[in-house]
């Protein structure tokens, strides 16, 4: 093209990134984007998000800081889905403080996180441990009228159900049904994981009796949550009725299934 008198332009250059960007030729990214901005065509923040996302998909955190960092300098502005590529990238990676501090610049510079920020967040905390940390930000996204999705409330029902607070999944789960939301197998699977994570067996068993009365299935997750909770309190008779269920159901026992039946022999 160029050869032949043309001079490309920004839609050309940003057409050429996505092209590569999706052939993970990432060193041509690179190539292109450092082109475009000696050339004085600025690269677009969509531009730049390829090659940030592409980098993120690969783990390498020290190219995507690099990539954050030279689209700033180039003077573009990072958008909603820059700082949510990064802040899902840290949080996989475990550095939790990375997380809030890119979040806390994310607000800063005025750039509103949305619900998908949010999920994230709600993820990579919950997935952490941090499960108060969980609720908060779902209370913040409340408050900044940002509205929650059904990813949404089943991270913050999977958070709670890993700390055992049932309370707030039990509240959570009142929230959706207010909200004409109808819970999902894996929001019912988190409550049951709360009860069980806090000793309270009768109180998972009726939580996963309405799942079936309101034609939520449960899943091999479902069946297996209640096993380990049972586990945990020895009750193997207990055991032995849910794993009959599961069979009438037609879903097959797995590892976590057995192993909570050894579990519940160990007590």
């Excluded at 997380?99 to 949305?114: A, G, I, Q, Y």
């Excluded at 499960?131 to 930000?137: D, M, N, P, S």
């Excluded at 999902?184 to 699977?189: E, I, M, N, V």
Aim: with cysteine; hydrophobic share 40%.
């Amino acid at each position: 093209m160029n050869d032949s008198g043309v001079v490309p332009d920004i839609n050309t250059f940003s057409y050429l990134v996505h092209t590569f960007g999706k052939l993970n030729k990432l060193d041509k990214v690179s190539e292109l984007l450092r082109e475009m901005e000696s050339g004085g065509s600025l690269p677009d923040v969509c531009s730049y998000n390829v090659l940030l996302e592409a980098y993120a998909e690969l783990g390498s955190i020290k190219d995507a800081n690099g990539v954050f960092w030279q689209m700033q300098e180039a003077g573009c502005v990072p958008n909603v889905a820059t700082y949510s590529i990064l802040l899902n990238l840290y949080g996989k990676h475990g550095r939790y403080d990375d997380v809030r501090d890119l979040f806390l610049e994310m607000k800063v510079s005025n750039t509103d996180p949305d619900a998908g920020t949010y999920n994230i967040l709600i993820q990579v905390f919950g997935e952490g441990g941090y499960f108060k940390e969980v609720v908060t930000l779902f209370q913040d996204m409340v408050d900044e009228n940002i509205e929650p999705n059904m990813e949404t409330y089943e991270g913050l029902i999977f958070a709670c159900g890993k700390g055992g607070l049932y309370e707030e999944a039990k509240k959570i789960l009142l929230h959706m049904n207010e909200k004409g939301i109808v819970p999902s197998s894996k929001a019912y699977t988190g409550v049951v994981e709360a009860y069980g994570q806090a000793a309270l067996y009768e109180e998972a068993l009726v939580a996963f009796n309405t799942m079936n009365e309101v034609g939520s299935n449960p899943t091999v997750e479902t069946y297996n949550s209640l096993v380990c909770s049972f586990a945990r309190g020895g009750l193997y008779k207990e055991i032995e009725a849910i794993l009959f269920r599961m069979d009438q159901s037609g879903l097959r026992q797995d590892v976590h299934s057995f192993n909570g039946v050894i579990e519940a022999l160990r007590q």
